[in-house]
């Protein structure tokens, strides 16, 4: 509350302008041609929020209590939802709440690019979790006449809110600066990859030091790509084929993934880990433990080189209907993880046994399997830890195991030692 108060003595000075306020669909705008300096938008974010639904609680009152006086606005019984851009499911499914908000959104942004000034600013405002979000978004910036010329990601959520909690919510939205301009017909793969690769290491750079992470991380570097492969009218390969805004999404998907994963490990590791290891360690850096859509969860694993369907259900990686969790130890039982010589595996064994104090059986599976001695095996789970916040179970079960390392480390040394001497 008290952030909100502090906010108002700024937004209360004003410079004595009458604004106009004008209620509209943002697909019909009532005004000329190049007419606005700059335009700034911050669009439904697909299926985010169902903004008619919910303002219906508050329009039956308000139609009541004021409704007279602004006559105009309160004619329906209930808000208008016609032209409501938000991808909606229940009216015809999901493919076609898609659509509806990919042709209303590019409908919107044309009528922003008309009503522009040939040299004004347009700003959008824009953020989602999935993959299908954006892809609507890429598509319809796309086919209007605006192009990105910058993008910047900004906290705009409060992390305690309710939303927040046990789910992967974002904190931050990633704001387009456009221009009006003409694209350049067509961009070639290898090219624009090319373009997009060198582009985004320096941004993923700066966005690590400022401390952005997890899945804010991977929509911020969209945003970074975006402002590359917006220039272009359509990208195509050298067989002819229009590439989609799913398959550079995927390609982003990539290099985001190759370059948190070495950030995680501090570089130091990172190419001798299995594709289950990288997976856990995005996963937890990105998702947290919170549960996420199956497509998004089938996205990411494949960026690590994990086929989900064949994955899920065997180890750590459970499905829950439509949606994928990743499970701690502490939610495993011994007689399931067996003999699995998988490094997530062990570690989670050796936590479950951290947690019943058999320090002594802790030993024996380390030692067998060899990662005692391992560096990269005290690294990850010292990597997970710092993904994961303080509260967290699995997070407790691995800093006490971890803080008996050294000791742990001692012991094992030693008993190897023995072993070999008596071979
Ligand atoms: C992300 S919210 C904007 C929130 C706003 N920035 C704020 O802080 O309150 C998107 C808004 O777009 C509105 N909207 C949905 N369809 C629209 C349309 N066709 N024309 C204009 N606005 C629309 C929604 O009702 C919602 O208020």
């Not at 409908?107 to 989602?128: M, Q």
């Amino acid at each position: 509350m008290k952030t909100i108060l502090n906010v108002f003595p700024t937004i209360t000075i004003t410079n004595n302008l009458n604004p106009t306020i004008t209620q509209s669909s943002a697909t019909s705008l009532p005004y000329p041609d190049n007419y606005f300096d700059a335009v700034f938008t911050d669009p439904p974010y697909y299926d985010n929020v169902p903004y008619s639904y919910l303002s219906d609680f508050f329009y039956v009152w308000l139609k009541r209590g004021i409704g007279d006086l602004y006559p105009e606005l309160f004619i329906t019984p209930l808000t208008p939802k016609s032209k409501e851009i938000v991808a909606y499911s229940h009216k015809g499914g999901y493919e076609s709440g898609k659509r509806f908000f990919e042709e209303m959104l590019k409908k919107a942004f044309k009528e922003i690019s008309r009503v522009l000034k040939p040299d004004g600013i347009a700003t959008i405002v824009y953020t989602h979790k999935s993959t299908s979000g954006w892809e609507t978004l890429i598509n319809s910036l796309l086919e209007s006449d605006l192009v990105p010329t910058a993008s910047w990601p900004i906290e705009t959520e409060m992390k305690a809110r309710l939303r927040a909690r046990e789910s992967a919510a974002l904190a931050s939205s990633i704001y387009f600066v456009c221009r009006k301009m003409e694209r350049k017909e067509i961009g070639w793969l290898n090219e624009v990859k090319e373009e997009i690769r060198n582009y985004i290491y320096k941004k993923l750079d700066d966005l690590w030091k400022e401390g952005i992470s997890g899945a804010d991380y991977f929509i911020a570097a969209i945003g970074s790509a975006i402002e590359i492969f917006g220039k272009y009218r359509k990208v195509m390969d050298y067989e002819g084929r229009e590439v989609s805004a799913g398959d550079l999404l995927n390609y982003i998907r990539e290099i985001v993934t190759d370059y948190a994963i070495r950030q995680i490990l501090h570089d130091s590791i990172s190419a001798e880990l299995s594709p289950l290891t990288r997976f856990y360690v995005l996963w937890r850096w990105t998702y947290g433990e919170a549960r996420v859509r199956f497509d998004d969860a089938r996205k990411l694993a494949q960026s690590t080189g994990v086929d989900i369907e064949r994955a899920w259900n065997r180890g750590f990686i459970r499905k829950e209907k439509e949606f994928i969790r990743v499970v701690g130890p502490h939610e495993r039982k011994m007689e399931e993880i067996g003999e699995s010589r998988e490094l997530i595996d062990v570690l989670h064994k050796v936590l479950l046994l951290w947690k019943d104090g058999r320090k002594e059986e802790i030993k024996e599976v380390l030692l067998e399997t060899g990662y005692g001695n391992k560096e990269s095996f005290y690294k990850i789970a010292q990597a997970i830890s710092e993904t994961l916040p303080t509260e967290s179970k699995e997070k407790k079960l691995l800093d006490g195991f971890l803080s008996g390392r050294d000791r742990l480390t001692e012991e094992i040394r030693e008993a190897s030692r023995q072993t070999r001497l008596f071979e």
